[in-house]
């Protein structure tokens, strides 16, 4: 009984070793990546001394983002994460439509950021930077993360909060440090800018802010789910806020409207400005950190995606596979690492890449809908659900600002991109519906 049980429903065997502190380190690391090195200089071109101010409408957008998914996360404890609560609100279609949107975004995002990492770490230790190289890196740098995720979600959930601290450790002694070299006029206001350079501005930071979706995925394996997702979620979201905030506060009182000429490393900028080459070095090598840190959380949490497909039938059952020693998901683990490295290695990442800022927002607008849905239902798996304040106001306000960054955002290449993905979702449910039994 107990074997059929596995069986038909592998998400018994996964084991739940994800706390607050380990979800919000994912959280954490997802969100916090290689945007927050390049875009205070973004910022100051398009607002100047205001830039601080499209932080905070970033922060209030995210924010609503955040309840549903606290409230949505705290309901529903599937393995699949956003993909499990669009599809037990919405339906198994329009779950997996986005299930695709999430695996594809995260897919696309790690192969871009596998290949910075390897010119970034060519170049810290003076290497040449050839193909061969940094091929040899980005094979060498998955094959290591997904042994480490294949031994136990505890052994890379560990690996993840070291990184978390050695990530934040440069940015807390550039904030810390550098805030003692602020110059208070640099920050002065000389008028207030449109609202509309604002919400612009904040349409295209925003997508520093993202993250939450792909951490949620190992939903199954977090302990207490109905707690533990809305504290980490929060504790995630308050921290990322203020140290972006900072950050673009320090950087921008050191070099004023000088933080505009660098759109590469500005911070590695400012901190030349402070402390010299060794200052620069340093930057330069938390931005390599950030980077490790984010591929490492891709590797804990979005092969994850890749075994519910194959427990629900959407692809073969075998990605459902879990190790009977670690109880993870190595088939899904071993196949998104073999997608991820393929795709650094052809640079074939390019063509998709216009497509993980739209996904991420249509996957953010299905979430507040289910959101609303599932408190409609009162669907709970374990516990006393987080409830969001105000009833349908909170999902109807997110609806609202994720309509509108699109619009700020988006682009018809993007429109025509985005409908080809859902038209090859579509096409693939169609297959697996009229295939059944499944795989």
Same mark, same amino acid.
């Given at each position: 009984?107990?074997?059929?049980?596995?069986?038909?429903?592998?998400?018994?065997?996964?084991?739940?070793?994800?706390?607050?502190?380990?979800?919000?380190?994912?959280?954490?690391?997802?969100?916090?990546?290689?945007?927050?090195?390049?875009?205070?200089?973004?910022?100051?071109?398009?607002?100047?001394?205001?830039?601080?101010?499209?932080?905070?409408?970033?922060?209030?957008?995210?924010?609503?983002?955040?309840?549903?998914?606290?409230?949505?996360?705290?309901?529903?404890?599937?393995?699949?994460?956003?993909?499990?609560?669009?599809?037990?609100?919405?339906?198994?279609?329009?779950?997996?439509?986005?299930?695709?949107?999430?695996?594809?975004?995260?897919?696309?995002?790690?192969?871009?950021?596998?290949?910075?990492?390897?010119?970034?770490?060519?170049?810290?230790?003076?290497?040449? !930077? &050839? #193909?061969?190289?940094?091929?040899?890196? =980005?094979?060498?740098?998955?094959? +290591? @993360?997904? /042994? *480490?995720?294949?031994?136990?979600?505890?052994?890379?959930?560990?690996?993840?909060?070291?990184?978390?601290?050695?990530?934040?450790?440069?940015?807390?002694?550039?904030?810390?440090?550098?805030?003692?070299?602020?110059?208070?006029?640099?920050?002065?206001?000389?008028?207030?800018?449109?609202?509309?350079?604002?919400?612009?501005?904040?349409?295209?930071?925003?997508?520093?802010?993202?993250?939450?979706?792909?951490?949620?995925?190992?939903?199954?394996?977090?302990?207490?789910?109905?707690?533990?997702?809305?504290?980490?979620?929060?504790?995630?979201?308050?921290?990322?806020?203020?140290?972006?905030?900072?950050?673009?506060?320090?950087?921008?009182?050191?070099?004023?409207?000088?933080?505009?000429?660098?759109?590469?490393?500005?911070?590695? !900028? &400012? #901190?030349?400005?402070?402390?010299?080459? =060794?200052?620069?070095?340093?930057? +330069? @090598?938390? /931005? *390599?950190?950030?980077?490790?840190?984010?591929?490492?959380?891709?590797?804990?949490?979005?092969?994850?995606?890749?075994?519910?497909?194959?427990?629900?039938?959407?692809?073969?059952?075998?990605?459902?596979?879990?190790?009977?020693?670690?109880?993870?998901?190595?088939?899904?683990?071993?196949?998104?690492?073999?997608?991820?490295?393929?795709?650094?290695?052809?640079?074939?990442?390019?063509?998709?890449?216009?497509?993980?800022?739209?996904?991420?927002?249509?996957?953010?607008?299905?979430?507040?809908?289910?959101?609303?849905?599932?408190?409609?239902?009162?669907?709970?798996?374990?516990?006393?659900?987080?409830?969001?304040?105000?009833?349908?106001?909170?999902?109807?306000?997110?609806?609202?600002?994720?309509?509108?960054?699109?619009?700020? !955002?988006?682009?018809?290449?993007?429109?025509?991109? =985005?409908?080809?993905?859902?038209? +090859?979702?579509?096409?693939?449910?169609?297959?697996?519906?009229?295939?059944?039994?499944?795989?």
């Amino acid at each position: 009984m107990k074997a059929s049980i596995e069986a038909s429903n592998p998400d018994v065997l996964l084991v739940r070793e994800l706390g607050v502190r380990q979800l919000a380190a994912g959280i954490f690391n997802y969100t916090v990546g290689t945007g927050i090195f390049a875009l205070p200089a973004f910022a100051v071109v398009s607002l100047g001394p205001a830039a601080p101010a499209a932080y905070l409408v970033c922060a209030v957008v995210m924010g609503l983002v955040v309840l549903c998914f606290a409230e949505a996360g705290s309901r529903v404890s599937v393995t699949g994460g956003p993909y499990a609560y669009v599809e037990v609100a919405l339906g198994p279609l329009t779950g997996f439509v986005a299930g695709v949107l999430l695996w594809l975004a995260d897919l696309t995002a790690t192969a871009a950021v596998a290949t910075v990492f390897a010119g970034s770490v060519a170049t810290l230790a003076g290497a040449p !930077t &050839a #193909a061969w190289l940094q091929g040899a890196l =980005v094979i060498s740098l998955f094959v +290591v @993360l997904a /042994a *480490v995720n294949i031994r136990g979600v505890r052994t890379g959930a560990r690996v993840l909060e070291v990184v978390t601290v050695a990530k934040l450790l440069p940015l807390a002694v550039f904030v810390v440090g550098g805030a003692l070299f602020v110059k208070p006029g640099h920050l002065a206001w000389n008028g207030t800018p449109e609202a509309s350079a604002i919400l612009g501005t904040a349409g295209v930071l925003i997508f520093a802010f993202a993250g939450i979706e792909g951490a949620l995925i190992p939903s199954r394996e977090v302990v207490r789910p109905s707690r533990t997702v809305p504290r980490a979620v929060f504790l995630a979201l308050g921290a990322v806020t203020a140290l972006y905030f900072a950050i673009q506060l320090v950087a921008q009182g050191i070099l004023g409207a000088d933080l505009a000429a660098d759109r590469v490393t500005p911070l590695a !900028t &400012a #901190a030349r400005h402070v402390a010299g080459p =060794v200052g620069a070095t340093v930057m +330069v @090598l938390g /931005a *390599v950190v950030s980077m490790c840190g984010y591929l490492s959380g891709a590797m804990l949490a979005t092969p994850r995606c890749l075994f519910a497909f194959g427990r629900d039938g959407f692809l073969p059952r075998g990605l459902a596979a879990v190790h009977p020693r670690y109880r993870t998901p190595h088939v899904a683990i071993v196949t998104y690492g073999a997608l991820a490295t393929a795709l650094a290695l052809t640079g074939t990442f390019e063509r998709l890449a216009v497509l993980a800022n739209v996904s991420v927002l249509a996957l953010y607008l299905l979430c507040a809908i289910s959101a609303w849905v599932l408190r409609r239902r009162d669907v709970r798996t374990e516990g006393e659900p987080f409830r969001t304040p105000g009833g349908a106001l909170v999902p109807a306000l997110a609806c609202g600002a994720i309509l509108w960054v699109l619009w700020e !955002t988006i682009t018809r290449r993007e429109l025509v991109a =985005v409908g080809a993905v859902l038209v +090859v979702a579509v096409v693939l449910y169609a297959i697996r519906a009229a295939r059944k039994p499944s795989f």
